[in-house]
């Protein structure tokens, strides 16, 4: 039972434009979502968080939007950037613990 | 620059042998998880630890997968006996177990059992 989902496995962009990643959970006990960057041959690294408390959070190029009522996030990357294509996983606690479910990821590819 | 490290980078065993995969978390961190990347699955998670104890190991197949934390400075995955589907990337990571709380992850072990 997959409680995190990324339902695109790949996605294309043009450099400059805005990159969009989707992301739905099934648990509405998750309140605690962050994204993950992964390069291969490396580890996941830390991207970006949103608590349940927020819609939205933002850092730099990187957005994350918070629909709690459809059990949705979203992160944008604008603009985006060669250097952006990765895999990109998000990842959601609930409260009280420190278990993170991740989702199968989404796999970025920014044309230059 | 504190990092967490994983050991073997790589291992290729024979169906049926014993593999362990260790961890070294970052220095102060209380948590500790062990995640399996699959295709199919994406970042699974098999276990983790608060202050070395296992909190939660639902993930893992317990008839032959074994987690440990033996001193804060060491996690280890077992697979007794190893089977062709266990072929996977193995990533271990840690962090201070706060809710705003990021995990810093290993480059993994990739595993292949033939």
């Known amino acids: 039972d997959q409680q995190v989902k990324q339902n695109s496995p790949s996605l294309s962009v043009q450099e400059g434009r805005i990159s969009i990643l989707n992301c739905d959970y099934t648990n509405s006990m998750f309140d605690y979502f962050l994204w993950y960057k992964k390069y291969p041959a490396e580890g996941p690294t830390f991207l970006i968080s949103?608590?349940?408390?927020?819609d939205k959070n933002e850092d730099g190029r990187f957005t994350v939007f918070l629909n709690k009522s459809a059990k949705h996030l979203s992160l944008h990357i604008v603009p985006s950037q060669p250097g952006d294509s990765a895999v990109y996983f998000c990842a959601a606690s609930a409260g009280g613990t420190y278990k993170y479910i991740f989702g199968t990821g989404t796999r970025l590819k920014v044309l230059a | 620059d504190a990092r967490v490290t994983q050991t073997p980078r790589h291992k290729v065993t024979e169906m049926g042998q014993e593999v362990t995969m260790r961890c070294q978390p970052i220095l102060g961190h209380n948590t500790v998880f062990w995640y399996r990347q699959t295709m199919m699955q994406g970042l699974e998670l098999l276990a983790y630890?608060?202050?070395?104890?296992?909190?939660?190991d639902s993930g893992m197949p317990k008839d032959r997968f074994s987690a440990e934390m033996p001193d804060a400075t060491l996690a280890t995955l077992k697979i007794q006996p190893s089977e062709p589907r266990d072929s996977a990337v193995y990533f271990c990571?840690?962090?201070?177990?706060?809710?705003?709380?990021?995990?810093?992850f290993g480059e993994g072990s990739r595993l292949t059992v033939l």
């Open positions: 990571a840690s962090g201070w177990g706060r809710r705003s709380g990021e995990l810093f």
């Open positions: 630890f608060r202050n070395r104890a296992p909190l939660d």
């Open positions: 949103i608590s349940s408390i927020k």
